[in-house]
């Protein structure tokens, strides 16, 4: 199955069902009605989105690259008028990466002191 072709969400709203069971992620329709049996998750929580746009969803659950990879088996195309997903890249920016202030990043006398010992050790020799 390698041909996609492209939808629309309403056409997509019609697979509602545990029977017919489409979902919509990041602007492609996949075809899950034979995953559901296998969802690690369970088939409740798919079908309770079934026709609908899953992606925030999706990605909620922080589902594995394996999962993310599986979703291609599914694929149906492209949805010409899935929402566009502005509100996930709005809010990616609460989450500043922690910074452990134990460890600092560069100490320079840590430089400073060896060269200062191998001038000291040259100059005693150079002198001597
Ligand atoms: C075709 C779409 C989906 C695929 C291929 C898929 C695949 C998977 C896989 C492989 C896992 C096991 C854990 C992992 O590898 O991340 C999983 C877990 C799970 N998925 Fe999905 N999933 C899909 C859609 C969804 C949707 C739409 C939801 C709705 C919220 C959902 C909710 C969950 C939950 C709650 C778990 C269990 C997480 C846990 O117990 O740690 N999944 N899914």
Same mark, same amino acid.
């Given at each position: 199955?390698?041909?996609?072709?492209?939808?629309?969400?309403?056409? /997509?709203?019609?697979?509602?069902?545990?029977?017919?069971?489409?979902?919509?992620?990041?602007?492609?329709?996949?075809?899950?009605?034979?995953?559901?049996?296998?969802?690690?998750?369970?088939?409740?929580?798919?079908?309770?989105?079934?026709?609908?746009?899953?992606?925030?969803?999706?990605?909620?659950?922080?589902?594995?690259?394996?999962?993310?990879?599986?979703?291609?088996?599914?694929?149906?195309?492209?949805?010409?008028?899935?929402?566009?997903?502005?509100?996930?890249?709005?809010?990616?920016?609460?989450?500043?990466?922690?910074?452990?202030?134990?460890?600092?990043?560069?100490? +320079?006398?840590?430089?400073?002191? +060896?060269? /200062?010992?191998?001038?000291?050790?040259?100059?005693?020799?150079?002198?001597?």
């Amino acid at each position: 199955m390698s041909s996609t072709k492209t939808l629309t969400m309403a056409e /997509v709203a019609k697979h509602n069902t545990e029977s017919d069971c489409y979902l919509v992620i990041n602007g492609n329709a996949y075809d899950v009605t034979k995953f559901l049996d296998n969802h690690p998750g369970g088939q409740e929580i798919i079908v309770e989105l079934a026709g609908t746009d899953a992606t925030d969803a999706f990605a909620d659950i922080g589902h594995s690259l394996e999962a993310q990879q599986d979703l291609e088996n599914y694929l149906v195309g492209p949805v010409s008028d899935a929402p566009k997903k502005g509100k996930k890249a709005a809010a990616a920016p609460t989450q500043v990466p922690i910074r452990d202030n134990a460890t600092q990043p560069f100490n +320079p006398m840590l430089v400073v002191i +060896p060269l /200062v010992a191998i001038m000291a050790i040259a100059v005693a020799y150079f002198y001597k």
